[in-house]
């Protein structure tokens, strides 16, 4: 596809407007869980799970019916901390960009100010290589689990700032993060900074990757959570934070959004079997939403695998109950989140995302006409609220079918179909996606 300059777009999305900047800056609380689509929040449909947690957070602000990730974690994570999308940073699985590292989201926030904490999953590196990256990208302090280390969840292995990781023996580690983050912004909070508080979850993965050995089960059970526990023990852990912003006083202050990775797991680990981690049992993720069973997506291009819940919740300037159709993909992080702390952004690096904060304060101006989405092999989709269009050329309308059945005529006789084939093309020319 041919390239055409999107240096101008990229001028347009990110000059921060003085008249939609807030008066005050205020406390963001970033909450993304693990493998969780839309498919098991309440507020969202879901049938099989209870999340009054995120089902009031929702009652109380808006719910995003058209919030897109890639299809897997690492993708996401990239194109949230950076605003750019994967194919552009050149990367491999599991690394972050040297020179990505002084101009991430989280060093927009310090420039700006704030104190910045993560907990949680990391995913940007092997720290046990290189224990200091999450300071260098921008986070004051971080408390994480070491990826293809150890434990996330009974007896996590943990890494701190300044100090060696370890073992905490006897911990749960959701527990931990979510503590961790209480107390940071409770600190934050007492010394009069606003905080960029990033909670990217341990749950609701499952419970390890591709480690040698056998980690904790569950205290006096043979196996791991199953999903469903999971899904109830994330709704509570989002609980305890909103329960520390009460505390505190800031709930009026604090911009609290929650968010998935990308879509449903397809399964998840209950016991170890065989020798040293090369068996498991499993159990097969199907959810009901809305009256339908939907198996787990995670890993594809279609909705169960990219479309991912959105809440945000902030008392006195998001109109409770509301429900916004605007588009959001996962390069809008860095750009919202720099409007919300009254931050620039370099107009001469180009960025992909487009702030969706006018969205959720109820303010007028220009919104995204279409996002985006990638996996490996070439594969890509730019899609609005009705139309897809992926890089191969097939196009669906997905008002009539949702579940990608069978695709357009390569040249549809429709001339909505045309219309917007012609426009997604368009997109697709300007990404330069290869």
Not at 338 to 357: Q, V, Y
Not at 400 to 418: H, N, R, T, V, Y
Request: hydrophobic letters at 35%; charged letters at 25%; one cysteine or more.
């Amino acid at each position: 596809m041919k390239f055409q300059a999107f240096v101008p777009f990229a001028l347009q999305v990110f000059s921060l407007l003085a008249a939609g900047a807030p008066a005050q800056k205020p406390n963001v609380l970033l909450i993304m869980a693990d493998d969780v689509g839309l498919e098991p929040i309440g507020c969202y449909g879901g049938e099989s799970f209870e999340t009054p947690q995120l089902d009031a957070l929702a009652k109380n602000g808006m719910r995003f019916e058209h919030c897109y990730s890639m299809p897997v974690c690492h993708p996401s994570r990239l194109a949230l901390m950076t605003g750019r999308y994967p194919f552009r940073l050149k990367t491999g699985w599991g690394g972050f960009p040297k020179k990505e590292e002084d101009r991430s989201i989280a060093r927009i926030m310090q420039g700006a100010g704030y104190a910045t904490a993560v907990a949680g999953k990391w995913q940007m590196t092997l720290l046990k290589k290189d224990p200091g990256q999450p300071g260098r990208v921008g986070f004051d302090e971080w408390l994480l689990f070491g990826w293809h280390e150890g434990a996330r969840f009974h007896d996590p292995f943990l890494y701190r700032r300044y100090k060696p990781p370890r073992t905490e023996k006897g911990s749960y580690g959701p527990d931990l993060y979510a503590e961790f983050l209480s107390a940071f912004m409770e600190k934050a909070h007492r010394r009069g900074k606003p905080f960029f508080a990033y909670f990217p979850m341990a749950l609701a993965h499952d419970v390890t990757d591709d480690l040698k050995w056998q980690v904790p089960y569950l205290p006096g059970k043979d196996r791991w959570m199953n999903y469903g526990e999971m899904i109830a023990s994330m709704d509570s852990t989002v609980g305890k934070l909103v329960a520390t912003l009460d505390r505190l006083g800031i709930r009026r202050d604090t911009a609290l959004i929650f968010t998935g990775d990308n879509g449903t797991a397809s399964r998840s680990k209950l016991r170890h079997l065989g020798k040293k981690g090369s068996k498991y049992e499993y159990e097969k993720v199907v959810v009901t939403r809305k009256g339908e069973n939907i198996p787990g997506g995670k890993g594809s291009l279609r909705d169960a695998g990219t479309r991912v819940p959105l809440i945000v919740n902030w008392p006195g300037t998001v109109k409770e109950g509301s429900v916004s159709r605007d588009l959001v993909d996962f390069s809008d992080w860095l750009p919202t989140l720099a409007e919300l702390a009254g931050a620039k952004t370099d107009p001469k690096r180009p960025l992909d995302g487009r702030s969706f904060a006018r969205s959720f304060r109820g303010l007028e101006g220009p919104r995204r006409n279409h996002a985006f989405s990638q996996s490996r092999g070439g594969k890509a989709f730019v899609r609005d609220q009705r139309w897809k269009l992926y890089a191969n050329g097939k196009l669906f309308d997905l008002k009539q079918d949702p579940a990608e059945k069978k695709a357009l005529p390569d040249e549809p006789a429709d001339k909505q179909a045309q219309s917007a084939k012609a426009r997604l093309t368009r997109a697709f020319d300007k990404l330069n996606f290869k």
